[in-house]
């Protein structure tokens, strides 16, 4: 588990940063998450986009 994010990590992720609910720790948390998604069609896919725009590390489909 990284201790801290890399530079274009910050700047990926800068706005979630700014969240109190969040920040740092939350985001490294994200990163190392792993995610079952079970199915991929209307509501799937776009769940799938969310999680990786939100920086699930792992997605599985």
Same mark, same amino acid.
């Given at each position: 588990?990284?201790?801290?994010?890399? =530079? $274009? +990590? *910050?700047? *990926?992720?800068? *706005?979630? &940063?700014?969240?109190? $609910? !969040?920040?740092? $720790?939350? +985001?490294? =948390?994200?990163?190392?998450? =792993?995610?079952?998604? &079970?199915?991929?069609?209307?509501?799937?896919?776009?769940?799938?986009?969310? &999680?990786?725009?939100?920086?699930?590390?792992? !997605?599985?489909?």
């Amino acid at each position: 588990m990284p201790v801290s994010l890399s =530079k $274009e +990590q *910050r700047d *990926r992720y800068a *706005r979630h &940063l700014l969240l109190p $609910e !969040i920040g740092v $720790e939350g +985001q490294l =948390k994200l990163l190392n998450a =792993k995610v079952l998604l &079970l199915g991929a069609g209307g509501l799937g896919s776009p769940t799938a986009l969310y &999680l990786a725009a939100a920086g699930v590390g792992t !997605i599985g489909v």
